[in-house]
């Protein structure tokens, strides 16, 4: 499946027969920092959008591919030629035949109903803690078939006594109703990224404005919204930016700000998928930082959870 950059899929989220799929990399177990309590979180792998500091780089693709890193080849089968692939990989091997595990098939096609079995596998620790289900990406509302799908999870997942939450940047056209998405959906963590729209349209191709359309909806609708906000050195960062985007999840009625500090987990990422990385020599940020940062949000009047919770 893949998307264009305004969120319309080209292929379908579905198997011939109907039956609702989501193209999935990992389901990460006991997670504590996506949406409350002890969670399950299903990533999606597609994304129409380009943030140059995205710590997801395997969940760009709307495809499966094979990642490879090197640091755990043998150089077992090594192509005559010496060509290699885009991502550095010398061989032919498939994943499931490399001896040292160094290729990786990123994403596989789940069945909506298989995936929400194994997500609920995990309910007494969601009950015990305040936990559930988090569905993320990627972006997991990017086209009108997955966000059926999703919608599907969500319900399933619902309907089997868990909480869920969606971490999406809200940017794409709605196919689902803002209702039912609210009705299945106990959180909506929602990316405030760049707050000027035409450099945020120029950087990442995410268009603020669409993302408020569609908050308005679901907030009228009834859903729980928190702002999440990357603090990115050089994107997001500066007071300017800061303040219009605490001050803007405000006026819409939003009570609660994620201040997620920059960090450089995903560098490692970008090599074994054969992408660059611009982000590679900058430094995280300092408390002083972060603590400069809370205070601008807070000033806003919006409770603030560093890293979220």
């Given at each position: 499946?893949?998307?264009?950059?305004?969120?319309?899929?080209?292929?379908?989220?579905?198997?011939?027969?109907?039956?609702?799929?989501?193209?999935?990399?990992?389901?990460?177990?006991?997670?504590?920092?996506?949406?409350?309590?002890?969670?399950?979180?299903?990533?999606?792998?597609?994304?129409?959008?380009?943030?140059?500091?995205?710590?997801?780089?395997?969940?760009?693709?709307?495809?499966?591919?094979?990642?490879?890193?090197?640091?755990?080849?043998?150089?077992?089968?090594?192509?005559?030629?010496?060509?290699?692939?885009?991502?550095?990989?010398?061989?032919?091997?498939?994943?499931?035949?490399?001896?040292?595990?160094?290729?990786?098939?990123?994403?596989?096609?789940?069945?909506?109903?298989?995936?929400?079995?194994?997500?609920?596998?995990?309910?007494?620790?969601?009950?015990?803690?305040?936990?559930?289900?988090?569905?993320?990406?990627?972006?997991?509302?990017?086209?009108?078939?997955?966000?059926?799908?999703?919608?599907?999870?969500?319900?399933?997942?619902?309907?089997?006594?868990?909480?869920?939450?969606?971490?999406?940047?809200?940017?794409?056209?709605?196919?689902?109703?803002?209702?039912?998405?609210?009705?299945?959906?106990?959180?909506?963590?929602?990316?405030?990224?760049?707050?000027?729209?035409?450099?945020?349209?120029?950087?990442?191709?995410?268009?603020?404005?669409?993302?408020?359309?569609?908050?308005?909806?679901?907030?009228?609708?009834?859903?729980?919204?928190?702002?999440?906000?990357?603090?990115?050195?050089?994107?997001?960062?500066?007071?300017?930016?800061?303040?219009?985007?605490?001050?803007?999840?405000?006026?819409?009625?939003?009570?609660?700000?994620?201040?997620?500090?920059?960090?450089?987990?995903?560098?490692?990422?970008?090599?074994?998928?054969?992408?660059?990385?611009?982000?590679?020599?900058?430094?995280?940020?300092?408390?002083?930082?972060?603590?400069?940062?809370v205070s601008l949000v807070e000033s806003a009047g919006l409770e603030v959870v560093v890293h979220g919770e």
């Amino acid at each position: 499946m893949c998307c264009s950059a305004d969120g319309r899929a080209t292929a379908a989220g579905g198997a011939a027969d109907g039956a609702l799929r989501l193209c999935v990399t990992n389901v990460q177990r006991f997670s504590l920092h996506d949406g409350g309590g002890i969670r399950s979180v299903a990533f999606t792998k597609g994304c129409p959008f380009r943030c140059p500091w995205c710590c997801n780089p395997e969940n760009l693709s709307f495809e499966p591919e094979v990642s490879w890193h090197e640091r755990l080849c043998l150089g077992c089968s090594v192509r005559a030629d010496g060509r290699r692939d885009a991502n550095g990989a010398p061989c032919d091997t498939p994943p499931e035949r490399c001896p040292a595990a160094a290729k990786e098939l990123l994403g596989q096609w789940r069945a909506v109903d298989e995936l929400a079995a194994e997500l609920l596998r995990d309910l007494p620790f969601y009950e015990e803690s305040g936990g559930g289900v988090t569905v993320s990406g990627g972006e997991c509302l990017a086209g009108a078939a997955r966000q059926r799908a999703v919608l599907a999870l969500l319900e399933r997942c619902h309907a089997g006594g868990a909480s869920t939450a969606l971490e999406t940047t809200l940017a794409t056209p709605l196919a689902v109703t803002s209702e039912r998405l609210v009705a299945a959906c106990d959180a909506f963590l929602v990316d405030f990224k760049i707050a000027e729209r035409k450099r945020s349209l120029a950087v990442t191709g995410i268009d603020p404005a669409a993302r408020d359309a569609n908050l308005a909806r679901i907030i009228e609708a009834g859903g729980r919204v928190v702002a999440r906000m990357p603090i990115i050195p050089g994107y997001t960062d500066d007071d300017a930016c800061v303040l219009a985007n605490a001050r803007h999840a405000a006026e819409l009625g939003i009570r609660r700000a994620d201040v997620l500090p920059f960090h450089q987990l995903g560098q490692a990422k970008y090599a074994s998928v054969g992408l660059p990385y611009e982000m590679a020599d900058v430094p995280p940020l300092t408390e002083a930082d972060v603590g400069r940062i809370v205070s601008l949000v807070e000033s806003a009047g919006l409770e603030v959870v560093v890293h979220g919770e």
